[in-house]
């Protein structure tokens, strides 16, 4: 009788576990997007460059509790290789090479191999958490506007960008993110539903040293790279 009492309180408490998950499950996983923190370097970014990324955007799957918990626990595979900063729409968070499940679950990645800063399409992907969520490229679907800045940074210099177009586009129109004579960036994220995409063109303006950007851009850098 005994075991049976005891048992029985197991799975009580595993049934307790399992409904608090599935209650607190959107906060949970903003919790795990919001507390990473990567050390961001010249010399990180310098070693992560020369590393292999997956580039290919149909592997991508929903944000689920599991893939964020699957990529906190394999963190080390994110290779950071800048930030991205909007200071209007709080939105800080890290840019990392390729778009695999694990690197867009904690940043934003990029989607073609030869990506500079500065030159040409530089074409970034993010999830959008949705209800209001500040994580990741949430910001983008709920507050960006054309007429901000955009802030591009290798630790080194500083690329400023100007948005000049919100649009809505089929999730099939993947040419967005070809390379261009034009210096421009691409900020690709879901809508609502997941049915098409939000594109964010901005134009390249300048590029200065780190040390000569704009406090606000000064302290957004400062925020751990990550939304607010």
Not at 72 to 84: E, T
Not at 122 to 139: C, D, E, V
Not at 153 to 174: C, G, L
Request: aromatic fraction near 8%; charged fraction near 20%; glycine fraction near 4%.
């Amino acid at each position: 009788m005994k075991g049976r009492e005891i048992l029985r309180w197991v799975m009580v408490v595993i049934l307790l576990a399992v409904s608090l998950v599935l209650i607190f499950n959107q906060q949970v996983k903003d919790y795990l997007v919001h507390d990473y923190h990567p050390t961001v370097t010249k010399q990180t970014i310098k070693q992560n460059q020369t590393k292999d990324a997956n580039f290919d955007f149909k592997d991508v799957n929903d944000l689920n509790l599991q893939t964020v918990a699957k990529a906190r626990a394999n963190k080390s595979a994110v290779k950071v290789i800048g930030v991205i900063t909007m200071p209007e729409i709080n939105m800080t968070i890290p840019i990392a090479k390729g778009v695999d499940n694990t690197t867009l679950a904690l940043a934003a990645g990029t989607m073609r191999p030869d990506q500079q800063m500065g030159q040409g399409n530089y074409a970034l992907a993010g999830h959008n958490m949705a209800h209001g969520s500040k994580i990741l490229f949430s910001p983008l679907y709920y507050h960006a506007k054309v007429g901000q800045k955009i802030y591009l940074t290798d630790m080194d210099k500083v690329y400023q960008y100007e948005v000049s177009e919100r649009t809505f586009i089929p999730a099939t129109k993947v040419e967005v993110v070809n390379d261009t004579p034009e210096k421009i960036i691409t900020l690709i994220t879901c809508n609502s539903d997941g049915s098409r995409r939000l594109m964010i063109r901005g134009n390249y303006e300048k590029s200065y040293p780190i040390n000569d950007a704009p406090t606000a851009v000064k302290k957004a850098l400062d925020s751990n790279y990550t939304n607010k």
